[in-house]
């Protein structure tokens, strides 16, 4: 198959009242397809994964898509997207704290890289707080600078442990011991 074919498949399982924050609808995806923009056409199509549940087999098509047009970036986020229609999404407001409050000294990489502890408010047998793993990924940025503030995605490596977190609930960032950031959970939402 093709990536017109992929794309066009794709387009075919979004809701026609799906619109992402720009207004962006699948009409719009159909228009760009319709002039041969497939690399806009599949920004635009993986865009649009708000307001409904697209299923794992939609991102599979926009990750063969990606992958036939040697686009790694739109494959990483494509992954990380099935990944959350599996599990849940867990998005926050970060803020890293600065080097001189203790915390790390480089940016976060902004594309799942990292894989940071976190204090979920849990406690061990013993009474020590149980860090759990999940990797980050930056939104909107390719990169989260020391001391700065945004918005993150969280992919948990035990996503079941996180289920119980609500919007505005707040979670410490650790490497190590040490805290290195704090977020305020902005979204949580179980798998389908």
Do not use: F
Request: hydrophobic residues 45%; charged residues 20%.
């Amino acid at each position: 198959m093709d990536v017109a074919d992929l794309l066009v498949r794709a387009a075919a399982m979004v809701p026609v009242d799906a619109v992402n924050e720009a207004g962006v609808t699948v009409m719009d995806v159909r228009e760009y397809l319709d002039h041969g923009e497939w690399e806009v056409a599949l920004g635009l199509l993986a865009d649009l994964d708000t307001g409904w549940r697209p299923p794992t087999v939609w991102w599979d098509l926009l990750i063969d898509s990606a992958e036939l047009m040697w686009l790694s970036d739109a494959v990483k986020w494509c992954r990380w997207g099935r990944w959350e229609s599996i599990h849940g999404i867990v998005r926050a407001e970060l803020r890293l704290l600065l080097p001189s409050e203790g915390g790390r000294r480089t940016p976060i990489p902004g594309k799942g890289i990292l894989r940071p502890l976190w204090d979920l408010g849990r406690r061990t047998a013993e009474g020590d707080p149980d860090l759990l793993v999940a990797r980050v990924w930056v939104e909107s940025a390719p990169a989260l600078s020391p001391g700065a503030s945004g918005s993150v995605r969280l992919g948990p490596l035990s996503p079941a442990l996180w289920r119980h977190l609500q919007p505005g609930m707040t979670i410490t960032m650790h490497e190590g011991r040490p805290v290195v950031g704090t977020a305020t959970i902005i979204e949580a939402s179980n798998a389908a």
